[in-house]
Structure formats: C-alpha cells, structure tokens
C-alpha cells in the first residue's frame, strides 16, 4: 500500500475490499509535512465510539464507529488483523506516529484506527 504524495489526500487500498462491504477497508493519510499537520494529524484525538464518515460520489454517506485506537511499531504493526479478513464490514485508517527520524524519513510506529459501519444513508 503506497502512501499518498500529498498531504492533504487520503489513500485508499484499491486491491482491497471498498468502504462498506465485509472485511477490513483500508485508507491512509500522512500525520504531518515539513511545513505543518496533514490530514490524518488529528486521527490521534479519536476514542471508540465516536464517529468517521464516508461521502461517495453519488453522496451515499457510510457511518463508521471507532472501536479502538492503537499504536504499533512500524515493523510490528498486526498485518492480519490490519488487512486480513473480517466478519462485518470495517473500515481501518493509519498514519504515522512517535518520534521521526530524518535518517531512515519515517515516523517510529503507525496508528491505527479501526472501525465498524454502524449505518448507510443516501442523499444526504
């Protein structure tokens, strides 16, 4: 899964399953830039319950809930419970996190954010 060249754009696993369908959706974002927050900096301040929406195109809009909120060190992050298959629909969002280092140009762990859709609503 390649991160995305801008830092305003989220990623989205496009081999993967799509928001909404059963299994675990992936999407991911950059935390921070050199000149400042990017757009999953404030994912670190979401706890379960709380809610992440998704707008489609045709303005379907998918209501997910946090269920819990973990940090992984890069090289251990759970690829299984990340990617791997899932009962119900899921949608899980990573970025970067700890301390960065500007010689190997990577943050130390990545935050995950996973989730389960609670509703579906068109039109909205």
Known sequence: MDIPQSTDKVGFLSTGILPGATGNAVM???????????????????????????????????????????TFKTADAPVQKIFGPADGAHLNLITCTGKYSRSKKEHEARLVVFTKLQEVRYGQ
């Open 28 to 70: 991911d974002g950059h935390v921070d830039s050199y000149t400042g927050p990017a757009v999953f900096f404030r994912l670190k301040k979401l706890k379960p319950g709380d809610e992440v929406l998704i707008r489609n195109k045709s303005g379907r809009v998918l209501q997910f809930n946090v269920e819990s909120v973990e």
